[in-house]
């Protein structure tokens, strides 16, 4: 089955918080993970100093663990941002200064996986002009991702709760991701297939997966309703993600769920549970 912890990585930005950012990774790794994925960590500063930059590197290498995932700069989150790409003003602004401070930081930590938020719709700004500051910001995301030999993320979030982000169905986030491509010539744009967001769209999860699995570049899950850990909710996610590797899917899938009362490290019995319906399958 494909959920299992070593084909899963914690995303430590929801997960861990708990603890200081610099104690997330090894707490991680005592949970029995080797890698974890981040949105950007510093919400208050798309340009951190070096020195931040520095013990952040230092603590994923004395845990060992691996960044495989990282946000460039996209506001306040968890918060009422979603993401700045496509923020006209100071906000683009901010996202264009992190663009090589994000990517340069993922290289140095082999990170292959850029994430990139478009900005939710705005007031007194047409959607049609943010669209065209979004494919501007994204092209000069996808050149700098290139440069580390790094996957251009494309996420598609929900309706419900994120009501003025303009991508919310796999299809409009494809969209975006075949346009960023075309623009480019890299294609090294990818979908970040969301199996939460999707969930909340009301989408055909197993028919979103047979259309684009060969088109995403990483995988995260929590489950629905509550986003909570695998179980409960009533998403099937092991078959899910079954699905999602029978048609060629072979990344990482990220945890990117709220862990329950008792704490993070008390979140993960779930594998333990599909460790043991594995062996009884096998």
């Known amino acids: 089955m494909g959920l299992d912890s070593t084909r899963c990585d914690v995303n430590l930005s929801i997960l861990f918080t708990e603890l200081p950012l610099l104690e997330r990774p090894a707490a991680a790794a005592a949970a029995g993970f080797d890698a974890v994925e981040l949105w950007w960590p510093w919400p208050d500063s798309p340009t951190p100093p070096k020195a931040r930059l520095d013990e952040l590197r230092s603590a994923l290498e004395d845990a060992g663990t691996r960044l495989v995932g990282l946000n460039f700069y996209a506001g306040q989150l968890p918060g009422p941002d979603r993401g700045a790409l496509s923020l006209p003003g100071e906000e683009s602004a901010r996202f264009r200064a992190n663009i090589d401070i994000a990517a340069d ?17 705005v007031d007194g700004a047409g959607a049609e002009a ?82 684009y699995a060969d088109r995403t570049g990483h995988v995260q899950i929590a489950d629905n309703p509550g986003r909570g850990a695998p179980g409960t909710g009533s998403l099937p996610l092991a078959g899910l993600v079954d699905r999602l590797r029978a048609a060629g899917y072979d990344g990482w899938i990220g945890l990117e769920y709220k862990p329950g009362p008792e704490g993070s490290a008390a979140s993960f019995g779930w594998l333990a549970d599909a460790a043991q319906q594995s062996e009884r399958t096998s």
Do not use: W
Request: proline share 5%; hydrophobic share 45%; net charge negative.
């Open 105 to 121: 930081f993922a290289r140095s930590v082999g990170c292959t996986a850029l994430n990139a938020l478009y900005g939710n719709r």
């Open 130 to 211: 943010q669209d065209e500051l979004a494919l501007e910001n994204l092209v000069r995301a996808a050149h700098a991702a290139h440069r580390v030999g790094a996957t251009l993320l494309v996420e598609a979030l929900n309706a419900p709760e994120s009501p003025r982000y303009p991508l919310v169905s796999a299809p409009a986030a494809v969209e975006v991701v075949d346009k960023v491509n075309a623009e480019t010539g890299l294609g090294n744009a990818r979908f970040l297939l969301d199996l939460y967001h999707l969930s909340m769209n009301g989408e055909d999860l197993p028919a979103v997966i047979d259309a």
